[in-house]
């Protein structure tokens, strides 16, 4: 079963509408168009998310980080190997 479509009217730079017809059929220009869409709206989730949770990580909450992350994934990875004795 397909996914539920709507259709959508948007205003583009000719330039960049160009490129899409010169570089894709009609079939798949609404495809090439809600793929890169995707990815775009992907990445403004991501950077909103960055920005939402800047400073939220707190050298006092967290003292084991202190001296970097090295060694403590090192200490992780050596107490979790099999045969090991603690």
């Known amino acids: 079963m397909g996914m539920a479509v709507k259709q959508a009217n ?12 010169k570089n894709t059929s009609k079939r ?17 989730k991501f950077e909103k998310a960055l920005q ?3 400073g939220a990580w707190k ?3 967290h ?7 090295d060694i403590f994934v090192r200490k992780l990875r ?9």
Request: glycine letters at 4%; charged letters at 40%.
């Open 52 to 54: 939402h949770s800047f």
């Open 78 to 86: 050596k107490s979790t190997r099999p045969g090991r004795i603690k």
């Open 63 to 69: 003292t084991e980080l202190k001296s970097g992350t």
């Open 59 to 61: 050298d006092d909450k």
């Open 10 to 21: 948007f205003i583009l730079p000719e330039d960049l509408l160009e490129e899409l017809k």
């Open 28 to 44: 798949q220009q609404s495809k090439v168009v809600a793929e890169a869409l995707r990815k775009e709206i992907k990445r403004l």
